[in-house]
């Protein structure tokens, strides 16, 4: 084992979402057409957003429905230089109703003074200051971040990339998802290949470059 050893970052879902569907069943079917009185569809539509969402998470590395998480960061000092951030599992941070960060900070089972530090919002940027406002170190051996983050209102380009995938699985529903091409001269050629069905290898190119700005850049 080396020494000094590097730090690492374990997050847990404190209060989870009771769905992580980016999209609502009314939406899917307003975009296909579909009569909302029908409820024929009902379960493959539900079944196939909740895939969908998933496989969107999945590509974008985050979670974008609000849930509540605590980060719990190892020796943050021994990898982080002088006023580098530590950045939260998660994001964007949302403010309660006096716009103050849904954040807590602890500092080796201390509660940080929030006077302490600031958050870039939109990233999960959490940034060390002393006691005078200036730009600190962390330098705690075990730092806990408790925060809400993730949308109470999808963002629409987000639902947008999530419907048009679902508008193309639609299409294609009832087809091999394995056929690649078909012809028939003397009397037939297929060509296969191999496909999962909501992942992001099948994900159409339209609906990555909506999700382009939201896919995590950093580790």
């Known amino acids: 084992m080396s020494w000094p050893p590097r730090g690492y970052v374990i997050t847990r879902v404190i209060a989870p979402a009771t769905s ?12 296909l057409s579909i009569d ?49 951030p530590l950045g ?4 964007p941070i949302p403010v309660d109703g006096s716009g103050v960060p849904v954040l807590t900070v602890t500092e080796d089972t ?37 925060y809400d983050a993730g949308y109470d209102t999808i963002p629409a380009d987000v639902q947008s990339a999530a419907i048009e995938w679902m508008t193309g699985r639609w299409m294609q529903r009832g087809q091999d998802p394995s056929l690649r091409s078909e012809s028939i001269p003397d009397v037939r050629e297929v060509t296969y290949q191999r496909q999962d069905p909501a992942t992001a290898s099948s994900m159409p190119n339209g609906v990555r470059d909506w999700l382009g700005p939201y896919r995590r850049s950093y580790v």
């Open 20 to 31: 992580l569907a980016l999209i609502a069943i009314d939406q899917v079917k307003a975009a």
């Open 36 to 84: 909302p009185a029908d409820t024929t569809q009902d379960v493959w539509l539900q079944q196939e957003i909740d895939a969908t969402s998933a496989a969107i998470n999945n590509y974008c590395d985050r979670s974008f429905v609000r849930q509540t998480y605590r980060d719990q960061i190892r020796a943050a000092c021994q990898w982080l230089g002088w006023g580098q």
């Open 88 to 91: 939260t599992r998660q994001w």
């Open 110 to 146: 201390v509660v940080t003074d929030p006077s302490l530090w600031e958050v870039e919002n939109d990233t999960g940027a959490v940034y060390r200051l002393d006691d005078t406002g200036n730009i600190y170190a962390w330098a705690g051996m075990v730092t806990l971040f408790d």
